[in-house]
């Protein structure tokens, strides 16, 4: 049996400016050499030899479209990993500084592909409080119901390889919110139905969501969190009602 290396996996992710470089593509969204050399505080030449050791390590994927070139993670499994690290990294290293670059965004943001943050983990315990959604085996089982269609999710036949509901530890809270399939499809529902909506503002402006009023009013009639909205939103704006 091949032993993992984790050797390449530490190098790449040892230095300061990779990882800032690393959170800045959580987002999901893929981004040229200068746009990371920014967001790490570097020069574009120094971001490129980063890069390169990134894709090295298998983290990160550049793909060349017309003129540029845009780097990307890997996949939804990167990102996982990523945010399970950021969980257990030391509060004077990782944890601050995304907190400090989040601001009060970190309250509702993305992470890849999923909802994170408060407000996810808050959607996720309503469930499991609700019984709508179980934990067993490192996975969560959902039961059939009609919150899933409100939510926007379509629960699949049968069980496959992959959970369908991931549990996800959330950096911020240190606690579980839904990612895999299900939490993808319900970020999606929430921003196609004018729940959420990404600002353009702000240096999280990617990462970063604001609840509207018709999410606030969803959000209770689903989920009966109407209480903890209060205390989850910090937005510099609020559409009116």
């Not at 409080?129 to 926007?152: C, D, M, T, Y």
């Not at 209770?220 to 009116?240: C, F, M, N, T, Y």
């Amino acid at each position: 049996m091949a032993t993992p290396r984790f050797d390449i996996i530490g190098q790449a992710i040892s230095d300061a400016s990779r990882t800032r470089m690393l959170c800045e593509l959580m987002e999901g969204r893929s981004f040229t050499n200068k746009e990371l050399a920014g967001a790490a505080g570097i020069t574009p030449q120094t971001a490129t030899a980063h890069l390169r050791l990134l894709q090295h390590a298998g983290l990160v994927i550049a793909e060349k479209r017309g003129r540029c070139v845009y780097h990307r993670l890997s996949g939804p499994d990167v990102a996982q990993a990523l945010e399970q690290l950021a969980a257990i990294a030391p509060a004077d290293s990782l944890y601050r500084a995304q907190r400090r670059k989040a601001g009060g965004l970190a309250q509702v943001r993305s992470c890849y592909d999923h909802l994170a943050g408060p407000l996810a983990v808050a959607m996720t315990e309503a469930l499991m409080s609700r019984g709508h959604l179980r934990e067993k085996n490192g996975g969560f089982i959902p039961h059939a119901g009609p919150v899933w269609a409100q939510l926007g999710v379509d629960l699949p036949e049968r069980a496959g390889r992959a959970p369908f509901a991931r549990p996800c530890m959330d950096w911020t809270e240190r606690r579980l919110h839904i990612a895999g399939p299900m939490g993808r499809q319900i970020l999606t529902r929430a921003l196609d139905a004018g729940w959420l909506h990404r600002p353009l503002h702000g240096s999280m402006r990617g990462r970063g969501l604001e609840v509207t009023p018709s999410g606030q009013r969803a959000l209770h009639d689903i989920l009966g969190i109407g209480a903890q909205l209060d205390q989850i939103i910090v937005s510099p704006k609020r559409e009116e009602a």
